[in-house]
């Protein structure tokens, strides 16, 4: 069993009212029960976290270094494009991250093509709508899976 921390970035507390027509219709209280279940179901535990703010989730990054989470989902929104700083404490804490993003990027105005990001995540989910949650819980279930794997042969 490990412990997962799903991370959302700035105006995600706003699904399913905001722009449904881009980011769907299901509100992020929703997302984050559904991915409890699902990570319980995968046999490991699974913190939410939300922040409007730059600073709590530099703030809740370092804070699951010392919880010893194993994986991060990180939805940064809008960070993704700013945030040198979040990037920084990716960086520090070493910790495995997928970032997942509910449209798809690259589709949409050309400032949304470059991410901070991307280059230093395992993985990378763009355009599932809320469904991108769940195989992100999947993904981070079998790098976890393997990682015990590889630690028990050494």
Known sequence: MADF???????LNLLGSREPDVY???RLDDIEANCIDVARALGHSLDCFQSNAEHELIDRVQQAAQDGVA???FNPGAFTHTSIAIRD?????????????????F??????HNSY???IAESCLFGFGA???ELALQAASEYAE????????E
């Open 5 to 11: 921390l799903l991370l959302n970035g700035p105006n």
């Open 131 to 133: 469904y991108g949650y």
């Open 89 to 105: 404490a990716f960086l520090a804490v070493a910790i495995p991250f997928i970032e997942i993003h509910l449209s798809n990027t």
């Open 107 to 112: 589709a949409r105005e050309e400032f949304r």
């Open 117 to 119: 990001f991307s280059d």
């Open 24 to 26: 769907g219709a299901t």
């Open 71 to 73: 994986f991060i989902i």
């Open 146 to 153: 393997r990682s015990i794997a590889n630690a028990e042969e």
